[in-house]
């Protein structure tokens, strides 16, 4: 994100919405300590805002941290930006899958592949890992909301699991009006991912 906003020539007064920021809020910490940006940090769930809001008291970063909760399910962006809100970049990491047998299915797979008896080997809570719809779903209405605030949003990012996203969101956002659509791409060991950014301005 930093390359991006460096490549836009956005250096300062830097705010950025982190959404579903979870229990540790750790993008926004990192954020804060690594480059002094402000956050504000969005989550459907009230345990994990809560217990966020105590990690950023502890640190003494009320200032620079910001947690507002989202009490439609339906809804990304929609009552959670307000009419005065001006963030340079908009950052998540979409739930993959879309259900809980979906996730228990993959997990099994991963387990046997892995050779382990773990009961999950990924964390999160049943927000952050599944939505109606799945990854695609969710990054289609997240994109569609982007049009709503195309004003208060320079960049909307987000990572993508599923290369088989990226081409379908890549056509919608043309319909929407994007200005400029960016793959890029991420290589962890063995796992291969990528992050897709995109803005109206």
Known sequence: MNDLLQEASIKENINVLDIGTGATCVYPLLGVSIYDWSFVGTDIALDSLDSAQDII???GLSSKIELRQQFDENNILTGIIKKEDAF???MCNPPFYKSAEEA????????RNLGTNAVRNFAGNNDELWY?????AFLHNYLYQSSLFKENCTWFTSLVSKKENVESLQKSSKKLGVTAFKVIPMHQGNKITRIVAWTFK
């Open 88 to 90: 340079s970049v908009a």
């Open 104 to 111: 228990r299915g993959a997990n099994r797979r991963k387990t």
């Open 132 to 136: 109606v719809g799945g990854e695609k």
């Open 57 to 59: 008291d502890d640190n």
